[in-house]
């Protein structure tokens, strides 16, 4: 059965550094996610992606993220500058073969650790 | 703006038995999806059922079922012959039908431990 896949699963960075995490959606799906849980929280939307453009962000996503799908298979998550705050799990979610009102699937998850 | 609420931090349940974790959402909506997800010790988060608010029937899936009450805007999820592996974070998440690309938003969660 196809799956998100999602790499590095642990990353520790030093703050101000910048990181990249990356992830390949399921195959012919059209939608890309990136969510993220802090330690004992729930998960929180990022950004949704769709048709080489960003869908929509939430207020956490500010200019220090970015997105992109660099070829036909990556989708990545870079934060620019991190900060102690960015520390969480990072989780890619993709869906949507005929339209976005379908299942998510999600990855297993980067851990985000910045020091 | 649309609210998950799990009131149920934790849960625990003996091995084969019946457990029902609870689920409130807040919206204006009339179309839209509810989801649950559980998340076991390796962080994965794994969908367990999800249910289409225009459908009156409520979902099931093997040993997981769903009492969807659209007017109460609830979404509880019932385990049935609970088994180790069941043992887990259980996430409710609503999905807007219109407007937004569709992201997801979760509750709290609910920590439920299956005892042998």
């Known amino acids: 059965e196809p799956e998100v896949t999602q790499t590095p699963s642990h990353q520790v960075t030093q703050m101000g550094q910048e990181v990249i995490l990356r992830c390949v959606p399921i195959?012919?799906?059209?939608?890309f996610y990136w969510y993220r849980q802090i330690l004992g929280q729930k998960v929180e939307f990022l950004v949704s992606?769709?048709?080489?453009?960003?869908?929509?962000k939430s207020e956490i996503f500010d200019d220090q993220f970015s997105v992109e799908r660099p070829d036909g298979s990556n989708f990545t998550l870079k934060i620019r500058s991190t900060k102690l705050e960015d520390s969480a799990m990072y989780f890619c979610?993709?869906?949507?073969?005929?339209?976005?009102?379908?299942?998510?699937?999600f990855g297993p998850g980067t851990r985000l650790l910045v020091l | 703006a649309q609210t998950v609420t799990q009131s149920q931090p934790e849960m625990s349940v003996q091995e084969a038995e019946t457990v029902t974790l609870s689920c409130t959402y807040d919206?204006?909506?009339?179309?839209?999806?509810l989801f649950w997800y559980k998340q076991p010790p390796s962080r994965q988060m794994i969908l367990v059922i999800r249910?289409?608010?225009?459908?009156?029937q409520n979902a099931t899936e093997n040993r997981f079922s769903v009492n969807f009450q659209k007017a109460a805007k609830s979404f509880s999820l019932k385990i049935s012959d609970s088994q180790l592996g069941d043992t887990a974070m259980y996430f409710c998440?609503?999905?807007?039908?219109?407007?937004?690309?569709?992201?997801?938003?979760f509750g709290k969660g609910t920590k439920l431990s299956v005892k042998p």
């Open positions: 992606f769709y048709n080489n453009e960003i869908s929509e």
């Open positions: 998440a609503f999905m807007n039908y219109g407007g937004s690309q569709g992201n997801l938003i």
């Open positions: 979610a993709s869906s949507g073969k005929t339209g976005r009102q379908e299942t998510q699937y």
């Open positions: 919206t204006s909506e009339n179309n839209y999806y």
């Open positions: 195959s012919n799906h059209l939608y």
């Open positions: 249910q289409e608010a225009y459908k009156q």
